[in-house]
């Protein structure tokens, strides 16, 4: 029953919801702290998502330039009502990063940009406005490595949120495996320093759901000495039919379980449209993080059991020119990124239970014809988290709040408009959906399968489980305690 204190309360609220705009925008002035409203010239280019399918209206874009900045504006969205989100790479594939709704107040971290690096201690300290090939540079010119994705333009701040995957992480892990520290403003305005001693269960819940629990402004992480070569390498297989491929794909889900392959081994099979109706291609491509001439030891007992390939490549460099090589020639930012307008999915198969000959046959049975035709493009990458040897895999389940360490693949099922561009159509779901369905419906009986947080999914509808399994309740318990007020709300933020 509302007592009179809180039906006045309810009152004061729903009476100032009528002058908000104003107030944000008068609170965030007075502070001196630079913002972009709706109506500025600025704010449609500074509301602009990398997912063009989205299009939100966020109350305010503030541009901290310190650590106090980020906490005043926590307490203003505290005060005044509304969500508050971080923005780092802004690369989320729903927006999330701009509130993933309207009416949010986004903390762009652009202007934490700093990175140091102390190499005979093997650690880091990394603001969170840095986008992955500025670390991948800084770090390599300094003969040290982190393990993470390859796309330059991705953002540190949701990637290590969430997880953080790359070819060399079954031999260092996931990005969030590397960190030792988080600093992060939390919704009552407090900075802290959480680790292993301090607010160990806050340091918990920020491994793999920071953005539920705060404003992650920089993370402390362990290095890796740069290996002195590497090749990023790439067999390809095309226009094969339905059941050639799932032999490829079977053979492969099999290898890595039984084969003793190395952890400087990591790699994702890739599935592209066919030349023709009834057929698909095939690349297994991936980073081997050690001399050349040890590659075939480990791979040619795979090639033995498969088709001839149609094309293999090869790119042998330091470590530095893998990275590169990987980002598309070049790790640089300055220039403006680009957009994509798309939908995408994903599913984490679990080690004690592969996908079954039937779920891959109903797959690229699936691609094959579905796939054809589909009015959308397409890609698949099925990424190699476990498989012998894995470090993302060494893990225990327990130790962060990621939540699937013993999983063989994470595949990534990504379709985008034609063109790129706005609209995306709508038989691209209905393509998708079908698409994961063909597993998930042939798939072992009861099938506990996950879903990767940093491959966001609107359309998700048991995403609390899929994302986060049975740590679902204890972020759940996390969240009471850090954020009682909710603030750090967003579509998937920790709820219930
Ligand atoms: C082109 C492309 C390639 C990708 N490749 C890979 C890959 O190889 N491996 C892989 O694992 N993933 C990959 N991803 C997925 C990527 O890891 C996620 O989209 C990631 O969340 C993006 O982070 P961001 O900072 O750029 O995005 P943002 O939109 O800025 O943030 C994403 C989410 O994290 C939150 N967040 C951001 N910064 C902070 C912070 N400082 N504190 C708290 N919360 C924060 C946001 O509020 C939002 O909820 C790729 C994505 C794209 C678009
Ligand atoms: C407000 O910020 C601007 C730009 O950063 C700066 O030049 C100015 O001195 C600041 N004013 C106050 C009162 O702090
Ligand atoms: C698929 O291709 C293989 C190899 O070319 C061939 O042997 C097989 O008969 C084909 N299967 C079907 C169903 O067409
Ligand atoms: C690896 O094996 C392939 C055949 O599978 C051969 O063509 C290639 O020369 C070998 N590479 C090295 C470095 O031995
Ligand atoms: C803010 O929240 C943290 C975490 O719950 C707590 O340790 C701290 O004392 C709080 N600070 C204030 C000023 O209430």
């Avoid at 969170?128 to 330059?152: F, M, V």
Wanted: charged share 15%; glycine share 10%.
């Amino acid at each position: 029953m509302l007592g009179i204190i809180q039906l006045l309360s309810v009152l004061v609220l729903v009476a100032s919801s009528f002058c908000v705009a104003a107030d944000l925008r008068g609170s965030l002035n007075s502070l001196n702290i630079t913002a972009s409203f709706p109506g500025d010239a600025t704010y449609a280019s500074a509301s602009s998502p990398f997912n063009l399918r989205f299009a939100f209206q966020p109350a305010a874009i503030t541009y901290p330039k310190t650590v106090e900045e980020i906490s005043e504006i926590v307490k203003i969205g505290g005060e005044e009502k509304y969500p508050v989100v971080a923005r780092s790479g802004g690369h989320s594939y729903i927006a999330n990063g701009l509130g993933g709704r309207d009416g949010a107040v986004v903390v762009d971290l652009s202007n934490f940009g700093d990175i140091t690096i102390d190499s005979a201690k093997g650690s880091a300290v990394i603001q969170t406005g840095n986008r992955l090939g500025d670390i991948a540079a800084a770090l390599g010119k300094a003969g040290r490595g982190l393990p993470h994705g390859s796309c330059p333009y991705v953002g540190i701040g949701g990637h290590a949120a969430f997880g953080g995957f790359g070819f060399a992480s079954r031999m260092w892990g996931l990005t969030l495996d590397t960190i030792t520290a988080v600093n992060v403003v939390l919704a009552n305005g407090t900075v802290a320093r959480a680790t292993d001693h301090n607010h160990p269960d806050l340091f918990w819940a920020l491994r793999g759901s920071a953005s539920s629990f705060g404003i992650v402004t920089s993370i402390e992480v362990k290095t890796f000495p740069a290996p002195p070569t590497g090749t990023i390498f790439q067999y390809s297989w095309d226009g094969l039919n339905a059941t050639t491929a799932s032999q490829i794909i079977a053979t492969l889900q099999r290898f890595v379980q039984v084969n003793d392959i190395p952890p400087h081994l990591g790699g994702e099979i890739n599935l592209f449209r066919g030349p023709v109706l009834g057929t698909i291609s095939i690349s297994f491509a991936g980073g081997w993080y050690a001399p050349i001439e040890n590659l075939n030891a480990t791979i040619n007992p795979l090639l033995r059991q498969l088709p001839p390939t149609s094309r293999t490549s090869f790119f042998t460099g330091t470590y530095l020119e893998t990275a590169e090589n990987l980002g598309g020639g070049s790790l640089d930012t300055s220039a403006p990124d680009g957009h994509d307008t798309f939908y995408a999915k994903s599913l984490m198969t679990p080690e004690n239970s592969p996908m079954s000959d039937a779920a891959i046959l109903a797959y690229t049975t699936y691609l094959a014809n579905q796939g054809f035709t589909a009015e959308v493009g397409w890609f698949i990458q099925m990424e190699l988290y476990g498989g012998r040897n894995s470090a993302i895999n060494a893990v225990a389940p327990e130790a962060t709040a990621f939540a699937h360490r013993r999983s063989i693949f994470s595949i990534q099922f990504y379709s985008s408009a034609p063109n790129n561009v706005p609209p995306y159509p709508p038989s691209g779901f209905a393509f998708l959906d079908g698409l994961v369905d063909s597993i998930t419906s042939n798939g072992p009986k009861n099938w506990d399968y996950g879903a990767y947080p940093n491959y966001i999914d609107d359309k998700l509808v048991d995403w609390r489980r899929r994302y986060y399994g049975t740590h679902y309740f204890r972020l759940r318990s996390l969240k009471a305690k850090y954020d009682p007020m909710n603030i750090f709300d967003f579509p998937t933020s920790i709820d219930e």
